[in-house]
């Protein structure tokens, strides 16, 4: 088992940047993909972007190709989320993800994961 916990949101002016951190702890870090996922009140969550066990493979929703960068640093424990470029509509809590995997990919349904954080809310103001 793994237990997540998220931080390094707030409130940001658009165009700006953020980091988001998650901590993890418990089992093996590098059994675990992990992911970056948010919900905006009123709408379901979405996918965000992935990493493998590794770090080698990663993959973005389009919303936010080009603008976001998720990393790992499997010796720390941590999973970060680099945000620059912030839009209003990138407004909502943001959660980290684990899934237990041998595989060496990344995932990007909800349903794949196996742990979550209790969220950061990132709030970008127009």
């Known amino acids: 088992q793994v237990q997540l916990v998220e931080s390094g949101g707030g409130l940001v002016q658009a165009g700006g940047s953020l980091r988001l951190s998650c901590a993890a702890s418990?089992?093996?870090?590098?059994?675990?993909?992990m992911g970056w996922f948010r919900q905006a009140p009123g709408k379901e969550r979405e996918f965000v972007t992935g990493?493998?066990?590794?770090?080698?493979?990663?993959g973005y929703s389009d919303s936010v190709k080009g603008r976001f960068t998720i990393s790992r640093d499997n010796a720390g424990n941590m999973v970060y989320l680099q945000m620059n470029s912030l839009k209003p509509e990138d407004t909502a809590a943001y959660y980290c993800?684990?899934?237990?995997?041998?595989?060496?990919?990344?995932?990007?349904?909800?349903?794949?994961?196996?742990?979550w954080g209790q969220g950061t809310q990132v709030t970008v103001s127009s």
């Open positions: 990493i493998s066990r590794s770090g080698l493979s990663t």
């Open positions: 993800a684990a899934r237990l995997t041998f595989s060496g990919t990344y995932y990007n349904s909800a349903g794949a994961y196996n742990y």
């Open positions: 418990g089992r093996t870090f590098s059994d675990y993909a």
